[in-house]
């Protein structure tokens, strides 16, 4: 495994600059074997104060379990801008998270952490791409997420499915209890500027309509952020495990309930927009690996 270190650079303009790739998804069955590291990851406090702000988070000494992942989002964008891995972000879909807090983060520790793509494998629509993070605090994992992304492809692909068996949320008829919210287009520029996130998908009409969108849509981890204020999870306990899975888009403007059901040592929810009776985000947060 060649490991490359993180280095400073602009996300957005080095997320714009991935554009102009071009794409080999034959050289990414399987994956080159790289890693992104960096052995002192620190937290931006203002932008991190920032995020709880936006979400009415409580004011913590640590970590919310989803926070990672924006922190870390830089090594995945260095990631996939690396010579070897030739896949362009355009028709790039993200599926879902699963993320496993093993202790609490203090907000002022140090961390090691590391980035590669730990498989690829075809699905229906394309080429799956699994992502792992891990963060360590002297030398030992306090949390880890494997993120799937989708790309897109009509030439690498099984109609088939991939044959790998998928985690599958229980139905219910009867939440205990459901919040409302708007989805704006001051929610996409706010959450931008607090995750570095400036992806035109979500803050332009003309690029969405390029990339075949109707409209914008929301970043799928603002949705999960709102989420997480109603969840109110307690992120002292440890372990934790959150699995979400991104169903569907969440357009500019749309008007969404957060319907959500207590569990053994846990909740599930489930997101909808208005005009949409399937979830367009389901999720569980448990005390409890998934089985």
């Known amino acids: 495994m060649e490991t490359i270190n993180l280095y400073n650079f602009n996300p957005t303009l080095k997320l714009l600059l991935l554009m102009r790739k071009k794409s080999d998804l034959r050289k990414l069955l399987p994956p080159p074997e790289i890693q992104i590291y960096t052995p002192e990851l620190s937290l931006p406090i203002k932008k ?11 004011s913590s000494d640590f970590l919310p379990i989803t926070y990672p992942f924006i922190l870390t989002m830089p090594m995945q964008i260095q990631l996939f801008d690396h010579p ?26 140090k961390m090691e952490a590391y980035c590669s793509i730990d498989s690829t494998r075809l699905a229906k629509k394309g080429v799956e791409i699994i992502v792992k993070i891990k963060l360590n605090i002297n030398r030992e994992v ?33 939440y205990d209890e459901e919040h409302n919210w708007h989805v704006s287009r001051k929610d996409a520029f706010s959450y931008a500027r607090v995750s570095g996130d400036y992806n035109l ?29 109603y969840l109110d999870i307690d992120h002292h306990k440890s372990p ?24 053994t040592n846990g909740k599930r929810f489930d997101l909808f927009t ?14 409890f690996p998934l089985q």
């Open 48 to 58: 991190f104060d920032k995020y709880l702000k936006l979400f009415n988070l409580p």
């Open 84 to 109: 070897s891995i030739l896949i362009n972000p355009l028709g790039f879909l993200h599926v879902s998270n699963n993320m496993t807090l093993y202790k609490p983060i203090p907000k002022n520790e």
């Open 142 to 174: 306090v949390w880890e997420c494997e993120s799937t992304y989708l790309k897109f492809s009509k030439k690498y692909r099984d109609e088939q499915g991939n044959g790998k068996k998928q985690f599958t949320f229980e139905s219910y008829d009867k």
């Open 201 to 229: 998908i979500h803050l332009s009409k003309i690029f969405a309509r390029i990339t075949g969108l109707p409209t914008p849509i929301i970043h799928g981890m603002w949705s999960i952020g709102k989420c997480l204020h």
């Open 240 to 263: 934790l495990y959150f699995y979400h899975v991104f169903k569907g888009p969440v357009p500019i403007n749309s008007y969404c309930t957060l319907c959500i059901k207590n569990i």
């Open 274 to 287: 208005k005009d949409n009776p399937r979830p367009c985000l389901q999720g569980i947060i448990s005390e």
